[in-house]
Nanobody, 119 residues
Framework: QVYLVESGGGLVQAGGSLRLSCAAS????????MGWFRQAPGKEREFVAAINWSNSKYYADSVKGRFTISGDNAKNTVYLQMNAMKPEDTAVYYC?????????????WGQGTQVTVSS
């Protein structure tokens, strides 16, 4: 069992920045990814970004060029730096672990952290 603890959500104005952190209780499989999904009110949960331990990175088109995912292998931690934020980025952001890139169906989920972008 892997536990994920997220931090860093909050309220920010449009154009501003936030950084999310996610610490895993144990090392996840190196061939699989850790990453972030988000769910806005009334919408389905969607993929945001992922990284595997060889440092390959993947992004949703909606966040490319604005969000950056990074990882600290020694700390089993991933980060999501969110810049130039838009009101449509408002959502609950979920950390995820052991993401097979073929299915994008994570095995583990965090509890979620609210991100609100005001216009």
């Amino acid at each position: 069992q892997v536990y994920l603890v997220e931090s860093g959500g909050g309220l920010v104005q449009a154009g501003g920045s936030l950084r999310l952190s996610c610490a895993a209780s144990a090392r996840t499989f190196s061939s699989l990814a850790m990453g972030w999904f988000r769910q806005a009110p009334g919408k389905e949960r969607e993929f945001v970004a992922a990284i595997n331990w060889s440092n390959s990175k993947y992004y949703a088109d909606s966040v490319k060029g604005r969000f950056t995912i990074s990882g600290d292998n020694a700390k089993n931690t991933v980060y999501l730096q969110m810049n130039a934020m838009k009101p449509e980025d408002t959502a609950v952001y979920y950390c995820a672990a052991e993401i097979p890139l073929s299915t994008m169906a994570p095995r583990y989920w965090g509890q979620g952290t609210q991100v609100t972008v005001s216009s």
